[in-house]
């Protein structure tokens, strides 16, 4: 199992809402959005690999009753593996230090989550816990699923209900 | 703003990964490339003393680190370092190269590799032992066969190794039957060893599937978990990987069963007994009396073949197909002295 920390923008689209006033508050009853996002992550373990991983994501998102949010998106991702203490041996059997050795890999993924939008900006605006799946390319000989778990708080003070 | 700590923190990472390690105590991994792949090497134990035992773990499909738990790694690292090395398509090792490069003889490149390496990052004056477990003693007796390779080592250790599959087949129905009879007399889970035997008498041992390949070795651990359950074999290690260990389990499971699926119809037709011969350096052979897996005939078979002068086959008694599991203290006892008399 490895730790991990991820940083991401995003941007959305109000497809549909539908916003009831509430008690002092603005209590918003279904909000439909189009998410896109971009992320940059790094995956450790002091022990393996360091990896970088970046992705491209459309969401979709639904904001519901008590303010609850569902979402579902798919995207593309990139995935860089440093090594540590990395050598390289040639077919003549002669070894090389590779200070930066590496590899990446290309794929798919798709995510699902749910969550909280709080009411009111502020700074904190929601929390997600999401399940995510990508799918590397040409790891090995072959395609191998890379799954995370992940907890994404967002920062923003643009408010949904406006 | 925040892309600064960002990149301090890769930064960082990456310097604590590359940290010099304390020789009596190491705990360090080397990733070694070779043909398109990366393969983590983890690197425990006592690397003041010189000697390295690489540890070519079993499958195909398995990972280095399944045998750094247990009893007998915690006496066994206190003498010596060891290096579990993940093999290509297993584990944690990744990298990029086609399914034609995934082949026991690539793989026996890699152990060169991995060997070179060792060498290169510890010197010259480090001892380097091979030790196979089951698919193990596959790789570890075809690297060993190559007399440039031999001049590489300072001994081998095959541990219940698999270096003939069609003999392994053959000798695992012999013991099925055997013991069965002899578990039928003592009055042993009857039931099940009579089932056992019935299954064992209807195979054709001239003429073992490949499916029927695959019923042996399941057979073989249902067989080892009842003599387990009735006192025969010692319960000697329950050990479990910790939760943060290297390995992600689940790429680890995926990658290792599609190599194993891959590897599989090579390795059923992989004989090396009458190869054996070839090998010079000092060998020791450990096996466990009911290893219904790969039998101890295979261990006779080996210690016989060999012409080293240095060479010694131990039949634990109270051990099935991984005696450094059931009687760990014995076991590492055993390399202990291997590797003092030849380091």
């Given at each position: 199992m490895n730790v991990g920390v991820e940083y991401g923008l995003t941007e959305w689209i109000k497809l549909k809402s539908k916003v009831k006033p509430g008690r002092g508050a603005v209590n918003m009853v279904k909000i439909h959005q189009l998410v896109v996002a971009a992320n940059l992550g790094v995956l450790w373990h002091p022990k393996t690999s360091t990896s970088l991983l970046n992705t491209y994501t459309i969401e979709y998102r639904k904001?519901?009753?008590?303010?609850?949010?569902?979402?579902?998106?798919?995207?593309?991702?990139?995935?860089?593996?440093?090594f540590p203490n990395a050598y390289e041996v040639d077919e003549d059997g002669e070894v090389y230090s590779r200070p930066l050795g590496s590899a990446g890999y290309f794929g798919p993924?798709?995510?699902?989550?749910?969550?909280?939008?709080?009411?009111?900006?502020?700074t904190f605006q929601w929390w997600h816990l999401r399940i995510a799946g990508t799918y590397l390319l040409d790891y090995n000989a072959f395609l191998v699923p890379y799954l995370t778990a992940e907890i994404r708080l967002g920062f923003h003070k643009k408010p949904l209900g406006e | 703003m925040i892309?600064?700590?960002?990149?301090?923190?890769?930064?960082?990472?990456?310097?604590?990964?590359?940290?010099?390690?304390?020789?009596?105590?190491?705990?360090?991994?080397?990733?070694?490339?070779?043909?398109?792949?990366?393969?983590?090497v983890y690197v425990r134990g006592n690397g003041a003393s010189k000697c390295f035992v690489v540890l070519v773990h079993g499958g195909p499909g398995g990972r280095g680190l399944e045998y750094a738990i247990g009893k007998s790694q915690e006496i066994l690292e206190k003498e010596m370092a060891f290096a579990y090395w993940d093999q290509r398509g297993q584990g944690m090792a990744q990298?990029?190269?086609?399914?034609?490069?995934?082949?026991?003889?690539?793989?026996?490149?890699?152990?060169?590799?991995?060997?070179?390496?060792?060498?290169?990052?510890?010197?010259?004056?480090?001892?380097?032992?091979?030790?196979?477990?089951?698919?193990?003693?596959?790789?570890?007796?075809?690297?060993?066969?190559?007399?440039?390779?031999?001049?590489?080592?300072?001994?081998?250790?095959?541990?219940?190794?698999?270096?003939d599959i069609p003999r392994l087949n053959v000798q695992g129905i012999k013991l099925f039957k055997s013991v069965a009879t002899e578990q039928l007399a003592l009055g042993n889970s009857t039931a099940k060893w009579t089932d056992i035997l019935n299954w064992a008498n209807g195979i054709d041992t001239l003429n073992i599937s490949y499916e029927q390949g695959g019923e042996i070795n399941e057979k073989a651990y249902e067989a080892e978990e009842l003599l387990l359950n009735d006192g025969i074999l010692a319960n000697g290690d329950d050990s479990y990987a910790p939760l943060l260990s290297p390995t992600n389990m689940l790429t680890s499971a995926i990658t290792g069963n599609i190599t194993a699926g891959l590897l599989d119809p090579e390795i059923e037709s992989t004989s090396l007994t009458d190869s054996l011969f070839k090998i010079t350096v000092p060998s020791l052979f450990l096996w466990g009396k009911y290893d219904f897996v790969v039998a101890p005939q295979l261990g006779v078979d080996a210690f016989n073949k060999v012409s080293s002068i240095d060479k010694e086959l131990v039949i634990f008694q109270e051990s099935g197909h991984s005696p450094m599991v059931n009687e760990p203290e014995l076991f590492a006892q055993e390399i202990i002295e291997f590797v003092e008399r030849n380091k």
């Open positions: 904001t519901g009753r008590r303010r609850m949010q569902y979402q579902l998106g798919l995207g593309g991702a990139y995935m860089r593996s440093f993924n798709h995510f699902i989550g749910f969550g909280r939008y709080r009411t009111f900006p502020r | 892309r600064n700590p960002l990149i301090l923190m890769i930064g960082a990472l990456l310097l604590f990964g590359c940290q010099k390690a304390d020789l009596a105590d190491l705990n360090e991994t080397i990733y070694v490339k070779n043909n398109g792949a990366d393969m983590p990298g990029h190269y086609s399914v034609n490069e995934l082949n026991v003889t690539q793989m026996t490149k890699d152990l060169r590799a991995v060997v070179l390496t060792m060498k290169a990052h510890y010197g010259d004056e480090a001892k380097i032992f091979i030790m196979g477990h089951s698919w193990g003693g596959t790789l570890g007796s075809k690297f060993m066969i190559n007399v440039s390779n031999q001049l590489l080592a300072s001994g081998w250790i095959e541990a219940d190794g698999a270096h």
